[in-house]
């Protein structure tokens, strides 16, 4: 009885060059998260101050022993960095997992019933449009102190506003289809046909926002962890493996360009992703 979705024309994400660098960029930092415990040539939080800040392999003096040098604890950069995508990668999916399910839930209801509940969803949409995140973020991890489950609550409380427009507004659409319809006439539960009918046909928008909400949590863990209220040390996260690397970026800069061209490599693959999912799902019709 769903709607079944077919290709109107060629598959125009897929075709384009950049969503194959976003999916190999996205691809290769998932095997990282995955397998980091086995694929770091060093433990990452083992210091040895006789290799402090040793340079990397393609720099003068540098070794490979230690490919990308090490940071100003002796610690393997190389190895950081790996288990710092795994923090990330962590961090960016739970995030936007947690706001997915409560923008969704709360958007599909609010299209799907219309009227008065609909009314209380665009309040709330309204007001937590009008809350700074960044600042509600430092205020609360700073009252409450740094930790990882306490970040991923905190934003992923604070960013389910998009998941909740574009489902308020896709399920808006769909309730009206005539598929919708004939479910209600054979007598399909209101559940039925919001987890058999409607969910599945506005899943592929949905994917898309995942997508940039992964890049946006990813950032704002930097952001605050490199403030010092984010990931707690010695977990090596990228924002705080920048915090800790702006003492030497004149003397030796590699150790905060690392990071932070990793980091910039990481958002910039997962944007061209998504918007090759826009593209690819931007191509289908219902039929």
């Not at 006439?185 to 599945?200: N, Y």
Request: charged share 15%; hydrophobic share 55%; glycine share 10%.
């Amino acid at each position: 009885m769903s709607v079944v979705a077919v290709n109107a024309g060629p598959k125009r994400g897929w075709k384009s060059v950049s969503t194959w660098i976003g999916a190999v960029i996205v691809g290769l930092a998932m095997f990282c998260a995955l397998a980091a415990p086995w694929i770091v040539p060093y433990d990452p939080f083992a210091q040895d101050l006789g290799k402090r800040l040793v340079v990397p392999f393609w720099m003068t003096g540098g070794s490979s022993e230690h490919l990308l040098g090490t940071d100003q604890l002796g610690r393997d950069y190389l190895s950081r960095l790996i288990w710092g995508c795994r923090i990330s990668m962590l961090i960016g999916v739970t995030v936007t997992v947690v706001s997915g399910l409560i923008g969704i839930a709360i958007g599909v209801l609010g299209g799907f019933l219309g009227g008065r509940v609909d009314d209380a969803v665009l309040f709330a949409i309204t007001t937590r449009l009008s809350i700074p995140v960044v600042l509600v973020a430092l205020a609360v991890v700073g009252l409450l102190g740094s930790s990882m489950t306490l970040l991923v609550l905190t934003l992923g409380l604070l960013l389910w506003d998009r998941f909740a427009v574009v489902a308020r507004a896709t399920t808006m659409q769909v309730r009206n289809l005539d598929f919708v319809a004939a479910a209600w006439c054979a007598g399909c539960s209101r559940f039925r046909i919001l987890t058999r009918e409607v969910l599945p046909n506005i899943a592929s928008h949905l994917v898309v926002v995942a997508t940039l909400e992964v890049a946006l949590a990813i950032l704002l863990e930097a952001a605050l962890s490199f403030l010092g209220l984010g990931v707690p040390p010695p977990l090596p996260s990228w924002g705080l493996m920048i915090a800790e690397a702006k003492d030497y970026m004149f003397f030796s800069p590699w150790v905060i360009v690392i990071p932070g061209v990793t980091l910039f490599v990481l958002v910039l693959g997962i944007n061209l992703l998504g918007d090759g999912l826009r593209d690819l799902f931007g191509a289908r019709t219902d039929t």
